[in-house]
Nanobody, 129 residues
């Protein structure tokens, strides 16, 4: 059974850092484009960062550019999101997502949740003093 499990969320102070992880099971991540999405209270789920299966292409949403870094460890079948310089507006549930490679582009993946077939259950990140 294909599964994505996020971890690493919690409470952080403004300006602080958190590192989220996503462990995949039931499939091999190197055959998938992967991404992180987030959903704040009362808002729609939005793409944060997406990473191609080849590792050659990465995109970030404008609000997180320069602060967040997505990475993957195919040997461990894991994906990570390093979040630095956190802001209160980063508060949200963060979801890991996977799309079979060549199904779509990472640009389309990060723009629309409708193209994503596989989701984790999410991990809550709260940024507050």
């Amino acid at each position: 059974q294909l599964q994505l499990v996020e971890a690493g969320g919690g409470l952080a102070q403004p300006g602080g850092s958190l590192r989220l992880s996503c462990a995949a099971s039931g499939f091999t991540l190197d055959n998938y484009d992967i991404g992180w999405f987030r959903q704040a209270p009362g808002k729609e789920r939005e793409g944060v960062s997406c990473f191609s299966s080849s590792g050659k292409s990465t995109i970030y949403a404008d609000p997180v550019k320069g602060r967040f870094t997505i990475s993957r460890d195919n040997a461990k079948n894991m994906v990570f999101l390093q979040m630095n310089s956190l802001k209160p507006e980063d508060t949200a549930v963060y979801y890991c997502a996977a799309v079979p490679r060549q199904l779509t582009t990472i640009q389309a993946m990060c723009r629309s949740t409708r193209v994503v077939p596989y989701w984790g259950k999410g991990t809550l990140v709260t940024v507050s003093s």
